[in-house]
């Protein structure tokens, strides 16, 4: 039986993120679909001051294609992919990063479409909010918020999104972006990681909806990726989602695999997760 593995990405991502990982599963003989969520990848809008030589008032001024999207349009999205892929066989949803609060919104909201979830260093919110884990003692060590203090730009109240540019050349910055996210790869990677980027990300989550269900979301089997190399999620973090969930649903605790990766590494050199999916899928 064919697998179909559909993949979610992180904040400021897309799709493009996934063709790694989704090439040499295809080449091992599974189905796979990154999704792009709404407003990345071809259906971003991106600011004329991100392009070229770069016009940062510009950048800071024009308005987001990503003003009033929200969760509920994410799930709906992935939602209607998880359906399609499901009349055909059985369907592995995986999410990196942010991608973990919408797979978490889609299990509560569809587990009978979904065989397993799979998060790799991702949000899986349970006894507190993502703003309440953010503020944590977990977090306390993330390299991630100081990190993009150094790429901001624009007013997210005034745009309606949060505008990171990813295209910075100024060399702290891009030292700030390495060690946060890539301390274990190379800068030309890292640049080549960037601009994939998409420069805006939706304002809010629905802290609700992104929050496990024991009832639902509990019903599906579930594995946490650990990266143990994450200076941007913590080890600590992704040790309380593991925990908290276990406690959520005893009778159904997450399958924990550990890779030694950063943020990033892994989806530039997916081998470790290739084989951990693919070990998934023949299981």
Known sequence: MII???????AFCNSAVWAPTSRELALRGHRTVPVDLPGHGLGATIP????GSQDLDDLAKAPSGMAGISTADDVA????????AA????VVLVGASRGGLTITAVGNAVPELIDRLVYISAWCCVDATASEYTAGPENATSLLAAAGVGIAVANPQEIGAIRLN???ADPAHLDALQTALLADGTREEL???LHTQDPDEALTVDEQATRAD?????????TYVRLTEDRAMPLALQDRFIAEADALTPDNPFDVRSVASSHLRF?????????????????
């Open 4 to 10: 179909t593995f559909v993949f979610v990405h992180g």
């Open 48 to 51: 004329t001051g991100y392009l």
């Open 77 to 84: 999205i992935v939602t209607d992919v998880v359906g399609r």
């Open 87 to 90: 009349a055909h066989g059985p």
């Open 166 to 168: 990813w295209r910075t």
């Open 191 to 193: 640049i080549a990681y």
């Open 214 to 222: 024991a009832a639902t979301w509990g019903r599906i089997p579930h």
């Open 267 to 283: 989806q530039i050199h997916p081998t470790e997760i290739v084989e951990i999916l693919d070990g998934l899928a023949v299981g």
